[in-house]
């Protein structure tokens, strides 16, 4: 099992590259620097000595609801289970301020279907969601799959 850790100021520029890279090839929206840089304290990364091999941010919405986003693994380090590792970080730090309701948008249902995200209609989502959406190349033919998760003692 790799630790995950906050990430670091030094960890942007990796960052930026993992999740640019899976942009490039229309699996993720990119992120400029800048707002990883604002960002900072949403993510967390898992690092093979100074690589950053893995990160994922929990970035939060409203009082209630947060977005599981960027989830990136390194090509040769996927299906190591970096990226449940991450995931499953986020959820402990959703539980941990209080928020019961995670959504993600992605291309990757199934990963997400192991952690308890079920699909909704993305029209269900409080509109405060769909910030990042209106600078996306597909806005407004999102082509990816909204999945919700619901923390235990809510359902």
């Known amino acids: 099992m790799n ?4 990430a670091k100021i030094d960890d942007i520029p990796q960052i930026h590259k993992l999740i640019n890279d899976y942009a490039d090839r229309g699996e993720m929206l990119a ?4 707002e990883l840089y604002e960002g900072i304290r949403d993510f967390f990364v898992i690092r093979e000595g100074e690589r950053v091999a893995a990160c994922a941010a929990l970035h939060v919405s409203w009082s209630d609801i947060a977005e599981i986003r960027s989830v990136a693994v390194a090509g040769d380090t996927q299906r190591k289970g970096l990226g449940a590792q991450l995931v499953a ?3 402990e730090e959703a539980e941990e301020l209080g928020i019961k309701t995670i959504f993600c948008f ?5 990963f997400f279907k192991r952690h308890k995200f079920i699909n909704i209609d993305k029209m269900e989502l409080p509109r405060k969601v769909w910030t990042d959406c209106f600078r996306c190349p597909k806005f407004p033919n999102c082509d990816e799959t909204a999945l919700i998760y619901y923390a235990e003692e809510q359902v």
């Open 3 to 6: 630790q995950v850790e906050k």
């Open 31 to 34: 992120r400029p620097l800048s």
């Open 89 to 91: 970080t986020c959820l």
């Open 106 to 110: 992605t291309y990757q249902p199934e």
